[in-house]
T-cell receptor, first 116, second 111 residues
């Protein structure tokens, strides 16, 4: 089965501090995604990437940056963390199937971030 | 406006009963629908997907899709306490590898 790992699993940060969330996938998927999950909002897409060196803005990119230095790694960076960014963050990877159709996404275990 | 709407927000069914969950997209460019299940404290995992009009069955789970109305539904028969989870509906568009998720339906199956 597809393997996506995230670190750290839990993080407490101070307002105004810099936070980096890391994601690694061993599936050789081209596409990677960062979501946040808050009660009542399901999963909201922050940034995504089609491959090494590429990043794209999702639905809620403000206050976040992303970096994809390699096929396996995708980071989410909060340059100036705010309490409103307290949430659970999920990384996912996915790809197209042999027919060129979009295939499922595989999610990491999540990172619980608290900004005080 | 959220592209994907789910109803109900929460649902309680007795063990052995039928659970029916609904999902609609407001974006006519959507082609594919996905159902993910997320147990408490865990990450979402894909349950079923459907791309064509009609019905698809896998064990106790059946999904329906009406592409004209962009409505999909998930039905779980003989519900078990282990089915208690947050069910997330997602939609995607051809050649655009992004999923749009709804807010989810929290299903509780009572023994």
């Amino acid at each position: 089965e597809a393997a996506v790992t995230q670190s750290p699993r839990n993080k407490v940060a101070v307002t105004g501090g810099k936070v980096t969330l890391s994601c690694n996938q061993t599936n050789n998927h081209n596409n990677m995604y960062w979501y946040r999950q808050d009660t009542g909002h399901g999963l909201r897409l922050i940034h995504y990437s089609y491959g090494a060196g590429s990043t794209e803005k999702g639905d809620i990119p403000d206050g976040y940056k992303a970096s994809r230095p390699s096929q396996e790694n995708f980071s989410l960076i909060l340059e100036l963390a705010t309490p409103s960014q307290t949430s659970v963050y999920f990384c996912a990877s996915g790809d197209v199937d042999w027919g060129g159709n979009y295939a499922e996404q595989f999610f990491g275990p999540g990172t619980r971030l608290t900004v005080l | 406006q959220q592209k994907v709407q789910q109803s109900p927000e929460s649902l309680i069914v007795p063990e052995g009963g039928m659970a029916s969950l609904n999902c609609t997209s407001s974006d006519r460019n959507v082609d594919y629908f996905w159902w993910y299940r997320q147990h408490s404290g865990k990450s979402p995992k894909m349950l079923m997907s459907i791309f064509s009009n009609g019905e698809k069955e896998e064990g106790r789970f059946t999904v329906h899709l009406n592409k004209a109305s962009l409505h999909t539904s998930l039905h779980i028969r003989d519900s078990q306490p282990s089915d208690s989870a947050l069910y997330l509906c997602a939609a995607s568009m051809s050649n655009y590898n992004v999923l749009y998720f709804g807010s989810g339906t929290k299903l509780t199956v009572e023994p």
